[in-house]
Structure formats: C-alpha cells, structure tokens
Nanobody, 121 residues
Framework: QVQLVESGGGLVQAGGSLRLSCAAS????????MGWYRQAPGKERELVAH???????NYADSVKGRFTISRDNANNTTYLQMNTLKPEDTAVYYC???????????????WGQGTLVTVSS
C-alpha cells in the first residue's frame, strides 16, 4: 500500500510564505510524475504545479513566479514553496504521485489527504 502524507499547511498573512511537503511511503518501485493540486470552497480541483521524474516543471498561470515545485527522488518527496501568497491561494492542497509497485506493473495515481492553506488579507 502506498501513502502520501502532506504537511506544512496553515494560516499566513497575504505576502507571506509557506512550504508544503509530501512524502510517499510503502512498497514503491518507482515514482514518475508528482504534482500539487488545490481545491477552494465551491470550486473544482485544479492543477497548481507538476514535476516529472527528470525534473521538468510546469505551473498554473496564477502561481507562476510565486510557487516553486521540487522533488527529492531518493526520499520519494516533493515540495511546494509558496511565496507572495494571496487570499485567492486559500484552498486545500493535495499531493499526487504516479507510482508503481514493481517494474512489471503500470503506474497508478495516489493522492494525499490534503492540507489546508489559509491566506488572510
């Protein structure tokens, strides 16, 4: 069984910073892409940032220049550094990883439980 455990959410004032972490645990042979998504109240879940196993990244337009995604492949962990936070960044942030348990199996998606980020004005 594979689990993703997120941490680092909380309450911050506008203009502040937070760093989210997501660690994968379990019997994992490999992790392909990893990403961060968010869901604000009354809205659909949206992609925030994505990173491939080789380190290529892409971001939602709304966070470009403010957020940075990174990963530590040795520890099956991804991070989201969030700077210059705005009230509209308030949401539950979810980690996602494409994992496989053995070389013979396909990758499958695993989701974390979510961590709440609240940005006050």
């Amino acid at each position: 069984q594979v689990q993703l455990v997120e941490s680092g959410g909380g309450l911050v004032q506008a203009g502040g910073s937070l760093r989210l972490s997501c660690a994968a645990s379990g019997t994992i042979f490999g992790i392909n892409a990893m990403g961060w998504y968010r869901q604000a109240p009354g809205k659909e879940r949206e992609l925030v940032a994505h990173i491939t196993s080789g380190g290529s990244t892409n971001y939602a337009d709304s966070v470009k220049g403010r957020f940075t995604i990174s990963r530590d492949n040795a520890n099956n962990t991804t991070y989201l550094q969030m700077n210059t936070l705005k009230p509209e960044d308030t949401a539950v942030y979810y980690c996602n990883a494409q994992c496989r348990l053995t070389p013979a199996l396909r990758y499958f998606a695993v989701w974390g439980q979510g961590t709440l980020v609240t940005v006050s004005s």
